[in-house]
């Protein structure tokens, strides 16, 4: 696998004095050269991100290989000749970002694009817009044929002739019931462009929904290769929230730890896609539940961003050490565990080809055969954070997920494994604890790799 050229690296992670555990590291990609869990040093880069300028140029450099590379093999998977994505600017389709160069933030006024397989050509790329990509887009004429026709007041009557001039049989559109990746078609841009094609091509319109969550979800070998950088920067936070540095018993509270990640995120350049989030497991013998952190207590964060386009997603867990403890209790390790176990059945059931609904309830019944108590929700990463793709559960869908958990697994995409298992703790008076984990892997054809690793002990808080 060739790797991707270092970029010069800007900003760099405080590495706070944090008390943990030994966490185990899966290995570094290429990920097709590794076996599943062969432990590694992690990558001198985990700790490190880019600078904006470096991230639009790797953005650039990856959209190059998916036009060459992802678009051709999908649209073929499919049986689709031509590809027409519309949309007009402050109502961005949902796939145009993965459609552009960067930096761009938005459709410029209308915006078409047309992709049409030429074969042994590959596929063409046009752009009907009489603005061009606008000044935003400098870099377009690289990765686009402009289309627009001077002589033409009309972009619908320029889009018209490109069809027929191509003759396609089969034109996706973005319109699903299922997925919203694939829904991005407007009722009235639609209904524009069936008029402009007329009764014959109107006919030949059909559903992108497979396309276009198949261009979403599938990695390139160097987007799965930096997929393990996202991820390393994303434990890195997760370590800082749970030090001392961060955490002081009886004063820190869950609202502090998700202020303070978020502007830890800020400060690196990186946008949340959503609010981050803290959580308590107390002892009930140890006192009500609270929002402030106390000794004994089991702390889980939830935090995930985008950086270079693409999501993470991660839950761990920390425990706060009791006064005179070395150690967290036995029967919260343990159910760590048990939640370990889980990840592992499940990355077991992966198998290109099977459904999500599959997957689930495979993966459900081999675990309760072995007596864990599970539960599983995991779902794509990819551009956006609940991603294309399949769905492998919800939290209250453990009996399969309608429609998208129909949608076959992939290899070459990124997955967050996400799941939990209920665990009496003895320590705790037998008291029910659901450990909840999540962690980012890679499937390929090698199988499920957890990037940069996943946690099996407790991060411990002194």
């Not at 407007?186 to 008029?195: G, I, P, T, Y």
């Not at 494994?417 to 980012?440: H, K, R, S």
Request: charged letters at 25%.
């Amino acid at each position: 696998m060739r790797r991707t050229r270092r970029l010069v690296l800007a900003l760099i992670l405080v590495a706070l004095p944090v008390a943990i555990l030994p966490t185990a590291h899966g290995p570094d990609l290429p990920i097709l050269a590794k076996a599943r869990n062969e432990p590694v040093k992690r990558s001198q880069a985990a700790s490190q991100v880019l600078d904006l300028d470096a991230r639009d140029a790797l953005h650039n450099r990856w959209l190059t290989a998916r036009f060459e590379q992802v678009l051709p093999r999908v649209m073929r998977r499919e049986g689709i000749d031509m590809w027409i994505v519309i949309c007009r600017e402050h109502a961005e389709d949902p796939v145009y970002l993965s459609l552009v160069p960067q930096p761009s933030m938005f459709a410029w006024r209308l915006t078409m694009f047309v992709y049409t397989d030429r074969g042994a050509a590959g596929v063409e790329r046009l752009t009907v817009n009489r603005y061009g990509g606008g000044d935003l887009h400098k870099s377009f004429p690289s990765y686009y044929t402009a289309a627009w026709d001077p002589e033409s007041v009309d972009p619908w009557d320029r889009l018209a002739q490109i069809v027929r001039a191509r003759k396609p049989q089969k034109i996706a559109i973005n319109e699903s019931p299922t997925f919203a990746f694939a829904d991005g078609l407007s009722a009235s841009l639609k209904a524009r462009l069936v008029q402009a094609l007329g009764p014959e091509y109107a006919r030949r319109l059909v559903s992108s929904e497979r396309l276009a969550v198949g261009w979403l979800e599938t990695r390139t070998a160097d987007e799965l290769e930096f997929y393990n950088e996202i991820v390393a920067v994303t434990h890195r936070v997760a370590a800082e929230a749970f030090s001392p540095a961060v955490i002081t018993p009886g004063v820190t509270t869950i609202d502090d730890l998700e202020s303070w990640v978020r502007r830890r995120f800020a400060a690196l350049d990186l946008d949340a896609w959503f609010p981050p989030m803290f959580y308590i497991a107390r002892n009930a013998s140890a006192g009500p539940a609270s929002r402030v952190v106390q000794r004994g207590d089991l702390l889980r964060c939830d935090i995930g961003f985008r950086y270079v386009g693409l999501a993470s997603d991660i839950q761990q867990v920390a425990y706060v050490l009791r006064e005179g403890e070395t150690a967290p209790p036995r029967g919260l390790a343990d159910a760590l565990a048990k939640g370990n176990r889980l990840q592992d059945i499940l990355a077991a059931e992966f198998r290109v080809g099977l459904t999500g609904n599959a997957v689930l309830a495979a993966a459900l019944a081999r675990a309760r055969a072995e007596g864990l108590v599970p539960r599983i929700y995991s779902h794509p990463l990819g551009y956006h954070g609940h991603a294309a793709g399949s769905r492998i559960g919800l939290p209250d869908m453990q009996d399969g997920v309608p429609g998208m958990g129909d949608y076959p697994v992939y290899a070459n995409t990124v997955w967050a494994i996400e799941l939990g298992v209920g665990v009496p703790v003895p320590e705790w008076n037998n008291q029910q604890v659901q450990m909840a984990l999540e962690e980012d892997a890679a499937f390929t054809a090698a199988g499920i790799v957890f990037l940069d690793g996943r946690q099996t002990r407790l991060r411990v808080i002194r």
